[in-house]
């Protein structure tokens, strides 16, 4: 391949701003078009994000096979499939990983695996991110006779360094909505990352809103170590946190062992209020299977209250200068807070407010009105049947 026709192709798609496996099948396929025998090429990114580590595309033989594997984070850099493989090798040295036919396959798996397909060549490349903290490599190998040769292999380092830069851009726009949505929730890492980040910029949200916490956990926590708490925490937080993703909900805050979660209406506020019920019951089912374990464990069960209400909230940002949080705030948020605290009273884990409950077409059960702090008039709660 001569450099400039490369250059150009690349230029190009910095206009057209393609996807990462478009960018990336495209490539491939400009590759072996120049004369380089490329049969399989995988691209690998990590990325921040707590449970996954990153993603990879797979090309082989003219196609992409894979469009965005992802791998799980734990565990991940301490396996025996990792701590003896190229990819170890390439971000511990940042330097390229060379394998021909005939040398030894020092037990690597993809090496085995290169050679039971037939591949007389293989490498990985790290790739040129100014980004140093998270790995990033693209690999090549080949069925030809003799391999790529070392013309061959110059030219997929020069490749690899022209397509950095493209790779890098799409990579940190991921990892940058990654990270935003781990910390404020899919909603709020649009508007943030969008550029909606002015203090006090903030919109009038219609939503069900969603507010629980555990019971007695101050007392569980002065018994369990603290690495032992903070475990049984995010156990029970991954239960009712899958539950309200699950329902199309937007977790905005954690608060000690509480949280705070919307489910915004959309033009149909019964089926956002149905969602946002079927979250909650979600929840108490599986902290009854999550409380099954624990007892197992010798550990006490865990209890909670949960209060779900819908109406107007103030959406948007919210703070001080240079410490900004997307949050709900408004009497709707209050009266869902001071429901949750009625759980205590009426001793129910969940409690409807009737709000809530005149956009549902199912039964509920009335608990009768009952004066909640900071409200003026009594309120009727109800309970799921």
């Known amino acids: 391949m001569t450099p400039p026709d490369l250059q150009t192709w690349l230029i190009a798609q910095i206009t057209e701003q393609p996807t990462l496996d ?3 099948n495209g490539f491939c396929k400009k590759l072996v078009k120049q004369g380089l025998p490329v049969w399989r090429s995988n691209l690998g990114l990590e990325t921040l994000h707590p449970e996954d580590i990153g993603f990879s595309l797979l090309w082989i033989d003219g196609d992409l096979r894979d469009r965005g594997f992802s791998r799980a984070r734990p565990g991940i850099l301490t396996s025996s499939d990792y701590l003896n493989s190229p990819a170890k090798i390439v971000d511990d040295t940042n330097q390229p990983f060379r394998w021909r036919q005939g040398e030894p396959d020092q037990g690597m798996e993809i090496i ?52 950095s830069p493209l790779c890098e851009r799409i990579a940190l726009r991921r990892v940058a909505l990654d990270a935003l949505t781990v910390y404020l929730g899919a909603t709020a890492a649009q508007r943030a990352y969008s550029g909606q980040i002015e203090r006090g910029d903030v919109r009038t949200l219609q ?16 018994r369990l ?34 949280l705070l979660a919307v ?45 779900l209400h819908c109406g107007d909230v103030e959406f948007g940002n919210i703070g001080a200068k240079r410490r900004i949080d997307f949050t709900v705030i408004g009497p709707a948020v209050n009266h869902a807070s001071r429901l949750e605290g009625l759980t205590k009273v009426v001793q ?23 004066v909640l702090r900071g409200v003026r008039e009594p309120v009727e709660v109800f309970v799921p049947e």
């Open 22 to 24: 478009v960018l990336f």
């Open 112 to 163: 085995l695996d290169m050679i039971e397909a037939g591949a007389t060549e293989y490498m990985m490349l790290p790739l040129a991110f100014q980004d140093t903290y998270r790995s990033a490599s693209i690999s090549f190998a080949t069925k030809a006779p003799g391999g790529f040769g070392d013309a061959g292999y110059e030219a997929l380092q020069y490749a690899s360094i022209l397509i």
């Open 207 to 222: 939503a069900a809103i969603l507010i629980a916490d555990l019971r007695g956990f101050t007392l569980l926590s002065d």
């Open 225 to 258: 170590e603290r690495r032992a708490m903070v475990t049984l925490l995010d156990r029970w937080f991954g239960v009712i946190g899958e539950a309200i993703e699950n329902h199309g909900g937007d977790i905005l805050k954690f608060m000690g062992d509480g």
């Open 263 to 307: 489910f915004p209406l959309d033009g149909d506020p019964g089926a956002s209020c149905a969602r946002a019920l079927a979250a909650a019951k979600q929840t108490m089912a599986r902290t009854a299977k999550l409380n099954e374990d624990l007892a197992v464990e010798g550990i006490a069960p865990l209890r909670f209250g949960m209060a």
């Open 348 to 370: 129910q884990p969940l409690v409807l407010s009737d709000s809530f409950a005149a956009t549902l077409r199912q039964p509920l059960r009335s608990l009768g009105s009952h």
